[in-house]
């Protein structure tokens, strides 16, 4: 088991709702990414922060932003949520100086 | 465009024997190759990791082979039990920027008793 955990477990919303995840880093760890893993496929980079900041994205629309805490916890909100959002929302955590990611169990997210 | 092409999709090994899941990767700035396992209902853990300076790395019954003029590595789990059916993922990233993982498809590996 990963130090880093999320929260809530699993989420069920219906289309145009507004929804935040949470997650926990691994202690130590000041960069926290978040994936989404559609049904049968390979995690999807979303975004990154590292020390409260976005320091990098992927390819999703602005509806999709993140927040970054000082003890380096983080949420993801989706607006207006879609039906093609339901997935598993991965978060991970690492060193600033590490190349290991480690990640959390994930947020299964059902959009109705 | 997919960065990194995974395969098999799926595959079925008996006890004892070898499981191999190969990867192709196209962006030659990439230089860390994890791949990961992941059980139903939990998230990704790393296996192993190699970088392109060596060809090969073992670690128990794992090993992953790399060729870099090729662009390609590879997963070998020796002596495969029923304990590994998972499903296994290959990433790349580079250490320069983000650092971010682009992950390949998956290989659903079932090891029959």
């Known amino acids: 088991e990963t130090g880093v955990t999320q929260s809530p477990t699993h989420l069920i919303k219906t289309r145009g709702q507004q929804v935040t995840l949470r997650c926990s880093s691994q202690?130590?760890?000041?960069?926290v990414s978040w994936y989404q893993q559609a049904l049968g496929q390979g995690p999807q980079f979303i975004f990154q922060?590292?020390?409260?900041?976005?320091?990098g994205r992927g390819n999703f629309p602005p509806r999709f932003s993140g927040l970054q805490f000082p003890n380096y916890s983080s949420e993801l909100n989706v607006n207006a949520l879609e039906l093609d959002d339901s997935a598993l929302y991965l978060c991970?955590?690492?060193?600033?100086?590490?190349?290991?990611?480690?990640f959390g169990p994930g947020t299964r997210l059902l959009v109705l | 465009q997919q960065q990194v092409k995974q395969s098999p999709q799926s595959l079925i090994v008996q006890k004892g024997g070898i499981s191999i899941i190969n990867c192709a990767y196209e962006?030659?700035?990439?230089?860390?190759f994890p791949w990961y396992q992941q059980f139903p209902g939990k998230g990704p853990a790393l296996l192993i990791a190699?970088?392109?300076?060596?060809s090969e790395k073992k670690e128990g019954r794992f090993t992953i082979s790399f060729n870099k003029s090729a662009k390609q590595f590879s997963l070998h789990i020796m002596d495969s039990q029923p304990g590994d059916s998972a499903t296994y993922y290959c990433?790349?990233?580079?250490?320069?920027?983000?650092?971010?993982?682009?992950f390949g498809k998956g290989t659903m590996l079932l090891v029959s008793p």
């Open positions: 991970a955590s690492r060193g600033s100086q590490e190349e290991t990611q480690y």
């Open positions: 202690s130590g760890h000041n960069t």
């Open positions: 922060y590292y020390r409260e900041e976005e320091n």
């Open positions: 962006n030659t700035a990439f230089d860390y």
């Open positions: 190699i970088r392109p300076d060596v």
């Open positions: 990433a790349a990233s580079m250490r320069s920027g983000y650092s971010t993982l682009t």
